[in-house]
């Protein structure tokens, strides 16, 4: 059984950091790109950020690109999500998702986590 499982999450005020991990189990870790996304209040789910299994290549979404950082740690089977210069945009549960294949995907996903809650306080 896959499973995913973020942690890290809070309330954060706005201009600080967070930093996000996703543990990852019953699966070939380093085989699997590995995504975040994230879902506001009354929003679609979107795209936040991927690397490819072996981290070599990343992509961000435009909203995030300067101030979020993704990396992995395939020993450990952990993906990171470093947020700095939070804002109230980016308040939102935060997904991480796994994808088999070694490139970076903005699009659908083969498993995802529970999410956890960011709120970015004023």
């Known amino acids: 059984q896959v499973l995913l499982v973020e942690s890290g999450g809070g309330l954060v005020q706005a201009g600080g950091s967070l930093r996000l991990s996703c543990a990852a189990s019953?699966?070939?870790?380093?085989?699997?790109?590995m995504g975040w996304f994230r879902q506001a209040p009354g929003k679609e789910r979107e795209f936040v950020a991927a690397?490819?299994?072996?981290?070599?290549?990343?992509d961000y979404a435009d909203p995030v690109k300067g101030r979020f950082t993704i990396s992995r740690d395939n020993p450990k089977n952990m993906v990171y999500l470093q947020m700095n210069s939070v804002n109230a945009a980016d308040t939102a549960v935060y997904y991480c998702?796994?994808?088999?294949?070694?490139?970076?995907?903005?699009?659908?996903?083969?498993?995802w986590g529970q999410g956890t809650q960011v709120t970015v306080s004023a």
């Open positions: 998702a796994a994808r088999k294949g070694n490139h970076v995907y903005k699009g659908e996903y083969d498993y």
């Open positions: 019953g699966l070939t870790f380093r085989s699997y790109a």
């Open positions: 690397i490819s299994w072996g981290g070599g290549n990343i």
